[in-house]
């Protein structure tokens, strides 16, 4: 007995361990933005919880809506819409980037698209309720944010500028302006993302 009590403590002691280096990481994107003193970083390490998920893995269904403002710290998550000819990736969250479970932070309705995790990823989910409270009490939030929004908006200005050229161009329209992201997507992901067939990827990249 005493031998499964000892193995039961140990056990609960590596995942304590785990849970605090997960909530690390996410310390230290906070800090890039957040005074150490400033009550509002305490409250948001205080009512986040960091979740990993693996590639394939839903987060969220089209017709379900998780109230969590998520936080990417690791990984890569994206929304495909299913409704059409063939799977669309409607947007992808890398490192430094947030998504939420809803329309938006101020919604709690389905934004209709299937959320899942592209590779292995760590997300820090704040409860929407929590993220709008810290919004109104403190100004350091609301500034935190704004820049994540800003981030999110030139994700979407980019992409719809890739999106309006015709197929063949949009393979080129995207290295030039999301190099980085490129680099981190198989041909499956790129065709989804651009919305066109994987012959067209090959030779889009073989006329570069």
């Given at each position: 007995?005493?031998?499964?009590?000892l193995?039961?403590?140990?056990?609960f002691?590596?995942?304590?361990?785990?849970?605090i280096?997960?909530?690390?990481?996410?310390?230290?994107?906070l800090n890039?933005?957040?005074?150490?003193e400033?009550?509002?970083?305490?409250?948001?390490?205080?009512?986040?919880?960091?979740?990993?998920?693996?590639?394939?893995q839903?987060?969220?269904?089209?017709?379900?809506?998780?109230p969590?403002?998520?936080?990417?710290?690791e990984g890569?998550v994206g929304?495909y819409e299913?409704?059409?000819r063939?799977?669309?990736?409607?947007w992808?969250?890398?490192?430094?980037?947030y998504?939420?479970?809803?329309?938006?932070?101020?919604?709690?309705?389905?934004?209709?698209?299937?959320?899942?995790?592209?590779?292995?990823?760590?997300?820090?989910c704040?409860?929407l309720?929590?993220l709008?409270?810290?919004?109104d009490?403190?100004?350091s939030?609301?500034?935190?944010?704004?820049?994540m929004?800003q981030?999110?908006?030139d994700?979407?200005?980019?992409?719809?500028?890739?999106?309006?050229q015709?197929?063949?161009?949009?393979?080129?329209?995207?290295?030039?302006l999301?190099?980085?992201?490129?680099?981190?997507?198989?041909?499956?992901?790129?065709?989804?993302?651009?919305?066109?067939?994987p012959?067209?990827?090959?030779?889009?990249?073989r006329?570069?």
């Open positions: 007995m005493g031998h499964i009590s193995m039961a403590f140990f056990l002691h590596e995942l304590f361990i785990y849970n280096l997960k909530v690390n990481r996410f310390i230290k994107h890039a933005h957040f005074n150490v400033d009550p509002c970083r305490h409250a948001l390490i205080q009512h986040t919880k960091v979740r990993q998920g693996k590639r394939g839903i987060y969220c269904r089209e017709d379900e809506s998780r969590y403002w998520c936080y990417v710290l890569m929304a299913l409704q059409l063939k799977p669309y990736l409607h992808i969250a890398t490192e430094g980037h998504f939420t479970g809803t329309k938006h932070e101020y919604s709690f309705n389905s934004q209709d698209l299937n959320i899942q995790f592209l590779k292995k990823s760590k997300i820090a704040i409860p309720t929590v709008q409270e810290l919004q009490r403190y100004p939030m609301h500034h935190f944010v704004s820049i929004r981030r999110k908006s994700f979407f200005n980019k992409k719809g500028l890739i999106m309006a015709d197929s063949m161009a949009r393979y080129a329209k995207f290295k030039e999301m190099p980085v992201l490129l680099h981190s997507l198989n041909n499956k992901l790129l065709s989804q993302f651009l919305y066109i067939d012959k067209t990827i090959y030779e889009s990249k006329n570069q």
